[in-house]
């Protein structure tokens, strides 16, 4: 049975940082490609973040620069470093699998808010 399990997601000014995890299980996690996603009050799921199973990654134009999307195949988690956060990055992080995978996590919650 495929899972994914966010963490670390919290309440933090503008301008500080945080880092959201996902574990996965499931499935063979170094095989496939791995994302963040983000929702917020109102608005659709966006895509933030992507990285390949050798490690290439991807950003939205609104977190380049800012986040980072690493993996640790050893221990089948995907990680989100996000610094110089901004009210508008509050949302609830998702982590995904491949297309192939429909299932999601419940996601965590990060609050940009001074």
């Known amino acids: 049975q495929v899972q994914f399990v966010e963490s670390g997601g919290g309440l933090v000014q503008p301008g500080g940082s945080l880092r959201v995890s996902c574990a996965a299980s499931?499935?063979?996690?170094?095989?496939?490609?791995m994302s963040w996603y983000r929702q917020a009050p109102g608005k659709q799921r966006e895509l933030v973040a992507t990285?390949?199973?050798?490690?290439?990654?991807n950003y939205a134009d609104s977190v380049k620069g800012r986040f980072t999307i690493s993996r640790d195949n050893t221990k089948n988690t995907v990680y989100l470093e996000m610094n110089s956060l901004k009210p508008e990055d509050t949302a609830v992080y998702y982590c995904?699998?491949?297309?192939?995978?429909?299932?999601w996590g419940l996601g965590t919650q990060v609050t940009v808010s001074s």
């Open positions: 995904k699998g491949p297309s192939s995978i429909s299932a």
């Open positions: 990285i390949s199973r050798v490690g290439i990654t």
């Open positions: 499931g499935f063979t996690f170094s095989s496939y490609a």
